[in-house]
């Protein structure tokens, strides 16, 4: 008679369920992570940040010569508690069949050897990255913010739409986006002026990657109420820094019936949510970045869910910039002017130390479409300023009266023939509307305490870098 085998279909599972199953047989598959005195062997299958270890008796001594590092196996084994204190349990292996398997000596050149590699290191190897304890740990992580934040929209009511990556608007920065054609670059169509002919180009117009689908989004916030997107960003600045990406994820909630003091309270709900979130579901594997990093995050992350954020506005802002003593040595700003951010650093991170929202700019810095405020010198808007990260969120009241817009949108010379169906929207049933972008790698970025943009996503794309 065939024995019966428990067949895990990942190590999270078996950590999970072991009580049930001590003392029984059972199949558990992962890769070689690496050996434990000449007994154990430890196998990590990507579920969890913690490995399997799997006791080898000299039966397996042939079998073992061919065992390295970075392998595939499948174990079936008996599971019985461990007496070592890193774990619980181990398995004590009855039959071992490797599954893929390659030469010790090509484990040299790569980011697989069991050592502390720098993350710029692991980035060349961005495809093999995925084994390594850290990064594994950081896209599990990723995973829960992900699901945390499509959940607090769920709980609110909000409906998740997509919009669209290809679009013609291109008025927010024209430079600063991809151009998306299908010209045969060889013999690209000019017209009579030797200007680029669009009308040929495959949608009749020139076409771009979305830098935002909140036009769109206020669209359908229009219909339906509340609405976010979560979708894929893409910018063709040439700022390679450690918190820009060329292609982000970026959340966009949008709300009908909303003004700028519901939008701050919104964002900073969903950011306190979120982060107790993965407090809860990913204390492991946070726990484990913080002692790998040495790094407080947990009381950093304990800190923001106790304080409300401080809230200022940009004129107070200026004043706190220019009178602080402590600002002093930063580059001198006026009224009127951009903040950079330096200016960003030092208020959220010395000044407050905590995170911080910013709100009513001055009209001559911000987009069209950001309401105009009754001093008619600032607008409706708000960004909230992380501590280390810098800006995460930007967000604004909309503009919804049709004639202010319309406007707006004459006076800075924009393109109405892109913009005509947008303020459509502010000519049929026009209501109160806010809503903000949060940068998706920037708060995971800011929750696992990862200097750099590039190591908190799967595969990264900034200049001269679209490798994998
Ligand atoms: P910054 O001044 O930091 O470049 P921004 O003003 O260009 O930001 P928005 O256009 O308001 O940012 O985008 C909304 C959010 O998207 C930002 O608050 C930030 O979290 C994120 N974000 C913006 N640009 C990038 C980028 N290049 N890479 C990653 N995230 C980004
Ligand atoms: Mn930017």
């Keep these: 008679m065939k024995k019966k085998i428990k067949c895990f279909n990942s190590i999270k599972e078996l950590i999970f369920n072991y009580k049930f199953f001590i003392s029984k047989e059972i199949k558990i598959k992962g890769w070689v992570?690496?050996?434990?005195y000449n007994c154990f062997?430890?196998?990590?299958?990507?579920?969890?940040?913690?490995?399997?270890?799997?006791?080898?008796?000299?039966?397996?001594?042939?079998?073992?010569?061919?065992?390295?590092?970075?392998?595939?196996?499948?174990?079936?084994?008996?599971?019985?508690?461990?007496k070592g204190k890193e774990?619980?349990?181990?398995?004590?292996?009855?039959?071992?069949?490797?599954?893929?398997?390659?030469?010790?000596?090509?484990?040299?050149?790569?980011?697989?050897?069991?050592?502390?590699?720098?993350?710029?290191?692991?980035?060349?190897?961005?495809?093999?990255?995925?084994?390594?304890?850290?990064?594994?740990?950081?896209m599990r992580i990723r995973h829960n913010i992900s699901f945390s934040i499509h959940k607090f929209f769920f709980q609110k009511n909000f409906i998740y739409i997509n919009t669209p990556i290809i679009t013609t608007y291109d008025s927010e920065g024209a430079g600063e986006m991809f151009r998306v054609t299908n010209f045969d670059l060889k013999k690209i169509p000019l017209n009579e002026k030797g200007e680029l002919n669009n009308n040929l180009d495959f949608f009749g117009t020139s076409t771009y990657l979305t830098v935002s689908g909140q036009l769109q989004g206020e669209a359908a916030a229009s219909g339906l109420g509340k609405i976010y997107t979560f979708g894929p960003t893409f910018r063709a600045e040439k700022s390679n820094t450690f918190r820009h990406l060329s292609e982000f994820w970026m959340i966009e909630p949008e709300m009908s019936f909303s003004k700028l003091v519901h939008n701050m309270n919104i964002a900073e709900k969903l950011l306190k949510y979120v982060?107790?979130?993965?407090?809860?579901?990913?204390?492991?594997?946070?726990?484990?970045?913080?002692?790998?990093?040495?790094?407080?995050?947990?009381k950093r992350l304990n800190n923001v869910l106790?304080?409300?954020?401080?809230?200022?506005?940009?004129?107070?802002?200026?004043?706190?910039?220019?009178?602080?003593?402590?600002?002093?040595?930063?580059?001198?700003?006026?009224?009127?002017?951009?903040?950079?951010?330096?200016?960003?650093?030092?208020?959220?991170?010395?000044?407050?130390?905590?995170?911080?929202?910013?709100?009513?700019?001055?009209?001559?810095?911000?987009?069209?479409?950001?309401?105009?405020?009754n001093d008619n010198k600032t607008v409706a808007a708000m960004d909230i300023i992380f501590p280390y990260?810098?800006?995460?969120?930007?967000?604004?009241?909309?503009?919804?009266?049709?004639?202010?817009?319309?406007?707006?949108?004459?006076?800075?010379?924009?393109?109405?023939?892109?913009?005509?169906?947008?303020?459509?929207?502010?000519?049929?049933?026009?209501?109160?509307?806010?809503?903000?972008?949060?940068?998706?790698?920037?708060?995971?970025?800011?929750?696992?305490?990862?200097?750099?943009?590039?190591?908190?996503?799967?595969?990264?794309?900034?200049?001269?870098?679209?490798?994998?």
Excluded: C
């Design 389 to 468: 990260i810098g800006e995460i969120i930007g967000g604004s009241q909309r503009e919804e009266r049709y004639n202010v817009l319309l406007k707006r949108i004459l006076e800075l010379n924009l393109n109405i023939k892109s913009l005509w169906w947008y303020l459509n929207i502010r000519r049929f049933g026009s209501v109160p509307q806010s809503g903000f972008g949060l940068g998706f790698e920037r708060l995971i970025q800011y929750i696992t305490n990862i200097d750099n943009i590039k190591d908190v996503i799967p595969f990264p794309r900034y200049p001269n870098h679209a490798y994998f």
């Design 306 to 373: 106790e304080s409300s954020f401080e809230r200022i506005s940009y004129t107070n802002a200026i004043k706190i910039l220019k009178y602080s003593k402590n600002g002093e040595f930063l580059q001198s700003i006026n009224w009127g002017e951009d903040l950079k951010s330096e200016h960003e650093k030092f208020l959220a991170e010395n000044y407050f130390n905590n995170p911080i929202i910013i709100y009513n700019y001055p009209l001559k810095i911000k987009p069209f479409y950001m309401r105009i405020n």
């Design 275 to 298: 982060i107790k979130f993965v407090i809860n579901n990913s204390y492991e594997d946070l726990f484990f970045l913080e002692k790998k990093n040495k790094i407080k995050i947990f």
């Design 87 to 138: 774990q619980n349990i181990e398995i004590y292996a009855n039959k071992i069949k490797i599954i893929g398997k390659f030469a010790p000596e090509e484990l040299q050149k790569t980011i697989l050897q069991p050592k502390t590699h720098s993350f710029k290191k692991l980035r060349e190897q961005a495809y093999l990255r995925f084994r390594t304890s850290i990064f594994s740990s950081i």
């Design 41 to 82: 062997i430890i196998i990590n299958d990507g579920s969890t940040i913690n490995n399997l270890q799997i006791f080898i008796d000299q039966k397996f001594d042939s079998l073992v010569k061919k065992i390295n590092i970075g392998i595939s196996i499948e174990v079936i084994g008996v599971l019985v508690l461990s």
């Design 33 to 36: 992570k690496h050996f434990r």
